[in-house]
C-alpha cells in the first residue's frame, strides 16, 4: 500500500488508489501533499539497515 509522509505534519498518510490526476490531501492537516514523493511498505528498510551495519 502506497503512503506519503506529510511534509507539513510529519504524519503518515495512506491511500487506497494512487492516481496522479487525484490529489492527495493529508487527512490530519488537509494539505495537499501530492507533490510529495510516495513510499510504499515494501521491507527494503530490513535491506538498508543491514548494510548500513
Ligand atoms: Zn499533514
Redesign the pocket.
Known amino acids: 500500500m502506497p503512503y506519503k509522509i506529510?511534509t507539513?505534519?510529519g504524519?503518515a498518510?495512506y491511500s487506497a488508489a494512487e492516481s496522479p490526476t487525484v490529489k492527495w490531501l493529508?487527512p490530519?492537516?488537509d494539505?495537499d501533499?501530492s507533490h510529495v514523493k510516495g513510499l510504499t511498505t515494501l521491507p527494503k528498510k530490513e535491506v538498508a539497515a543491514e548494510e548500513s551495519k
Open positions: 506529510c507539513y505534519c504524519k498518510s493529508c490530519f492537516c494539505k501533499i
